[in-house]
């Protein structure tokens, strides 16, 4: 994956921020800041109805990175087809531990939460915090399949369930 420096987005970028998922980069703005002049990139988050600025030096460091490239996206859909890896640890630790993952931005890790908390029809229901955490990872990875691949969102979830269901198919 080519690894961007900070002043290399552009306006009109999708790129990725580790807390919320894709976003595109609206503009590059100086702001006065408790008397100093900084320059920050505006990213919009439609799915969140949310803005943030992000000053320029320190993108990188705050995880901002560009989107997926295919290869990555392929390595993620074949995580999916893996099977599940569930600790024997308690549920809350495994929580903080997905949620973690989810955080990170890192889409082979969210593919991994995704996989690990998949639940087949023919498998026991989920609690109501595995579903949430289960959506939260799939809506993530989902968005950022989609702006990769130029499909939308609902496209993507079915590409990505695809692949779950041969996964569960296999075992």
Same mark, same amino acid.
């Given at each position: 994956?080519?690894?961007?420096?900070?002043?290399?987005?552009?306006?009109?970028? =999708?790129?990725?921020?580790?807390? =919320?998922?894709?976003?595109?980069?609206?503009?590059?703005?100086?702001?006065?800041?408790?008397?100093?002049?900084?320059?920050?990139?505006?990213?919009?988050?439609? =799915?969140?109805?949310?803005?943030? @600025?992000?000053?320029?030096?320190?993108?990188?460091?705050?995880? $901002? @990175?560009?989107?997926?490239?295919?290869?990555?996206?392929?390595? #993620?859909?074949?995580?999916?087809?893996?099977?599940?890896?569930?600790?024997?640890?308690?549920? %809350?630790?495994? #929580?903080?531990?997905?949620?973690?993952?989810?955080?990170?931005?890192? $889409?082979? %890790?969210?593919?991994?939460?995704?996989?690990?908390?998949?639940?087949?029809? %023919?498998?026991?229901?989920?609690?109501?915090?595995? @579903?949430?955490?289960?959506?939260?990872?799939?809506?993530?990875?989902?968005?950022?399949?989609?702006?990769?691949?130029?499909?939308?969102?609902?496209?993507?979830?079915?590409?990505?369930?695809?692949?779950?269901?041969?996964?569960? #198919?296999?075992?």
């Amino acid at each position: 994956m080519s690894v961007k420096s900070a002043l290399d987005y552009k306006v009109g970028d =999708h790129v990725v921020y580790p807390a =919320h998922g894709v976003g595109k980069i609206g503009g590059v703005e100086t702001q006065e800041v408790a008397g100093l002049s900084l320059e920050v990139y505006v990213i919009t988050f439609d =799915h969140e109805k949310m803005t943030l @600025r992000v000053p320029t030096k320190k993108a990188k460091t705050a995880g $901002l @990175r560009p989107l997926a490239n295919s290869e990555l996206v392929g390595q #993620a859909l074949t995580t999916l087809k893996g099977r599940a890896r569930v600790k024997r640890t308690m549920w %809350s630790r495994r #929580a903080q531990e997905y949620e973690a993952k989810i955080n990170s931005g890192d $889409l082979i %890790s969210i593919a991994e939460v995704v996989r690990d908390l998949y639940r087949a029809d %023919s498998q026991p229901e989920q609690s109501y915090s595995e @579903r949430q955490l289960y959506e939260s990872a799939l809506d993530r990875m989902a968005r950022e399949v989609a702006a990769v691949e130029r499909i939308d969102k609902d496209s993507a979830v079915a590409m990505l369930q695809k692949n779950l269901n041969r996964s569960a #198919a296999a075992a």
